[in-house]
């Protein structure tokens, strides 16, 4: 029997830092389909809800950060559990394949790096336009607003070439997560690992 045939695949860590645990349930639920295509994947949720109360589950989180190939980070608004995170995250970021900033304060927003988009960069050409047409007002169908355009956005930059297709895939992932169920959440992994994950045996794989 060749050696070989016995080597299990590389783990590869796609970490997901959130405010609490209500995405838990459908990446556990969903991480055995993605891992019979993708051997080796693990996906963690770590919730910063927790921090505070549990020093432990801080610990557990930052040496996640420390081993992930891909990290997601959403909801986090709250100074503390920034200030908690946010130095785990600037010193992994340069080393993934990419980071996810989304739904989150501007500090985790601007860490987003995802081929050719770099949101710590000062915004220009289509990034700054974009920014342009995020709604000013403070009325309550500024949100309804927003869900608008971002269902938009993903459309015509479908037929951008170059830069603008990451970050159509940057928009794609807001609306997967907003969308919340385990469905979208297994669309979102899936896109974003056969777009960006570093691994040459999973090349063809479909999402």
């Known amino acids: 029997m060749r050696a070989d045939l016995n080597i299990m695949p590389a783990a590869y860590n796609i ?9 838990a349930g459908p990446c556990a639920r969903i991480t055995p389909r993605l891992a019979r295509d993708f051997p080796g994947l693990s996906v963690t949720v770590h919730a910063a809800a927790e921090w505070a109360e549990n020093p432990s589950a801080l610990r557990t989180a930052k040496a ?24 785990d995250l600037m ?26 988009v770099d949101l710590s960069r000062p915004a220009t050409g289509l990034m700054a336009i974009l920014k342009k047409l995020k709604p000013k007002t403070k009325r309550k169908s500024s949100g309804e607003s ?30 997967y997560w907003l969308g919340g169920s385990d469905e979208n959440i297994e669309q979102m992994l899936r896109f974003l690992l056969s777009r960006y994950a570093d691994r040459a045996d999973w ?3 479909k999402s």
């Open 15 to 23: 970490v997901i830092i959130t405010l609490d645990h209500h995405s």
């Open 64 to 87: 996640a950060v420390a081993g992930a190939h891909m990290v997601v980070s959403n909801l986090l608004f709250i100074e503390e559990h920034i200030n908690a995170i946010l130095p």
């Open 91 to 116: 010193a992994r970021r340069d080393a993934l394949d990419a980071f996810i900033g989304v739904i989150a304060d501007e500090q985790i927003v601007n860490l987003t790096k995802m081929g050719n």
């Open 146 to 175: 927003q869900m608008k355009i971002l269902r938009r956005i993903p459309q015509i930059l479908k037929f951008l070439p170059g830069k603008a297709q990451d970050l159509r895939a940057y928009f794609l992932c807001m609306q």
């Open 203 to 205: 090349h063809g794989v």
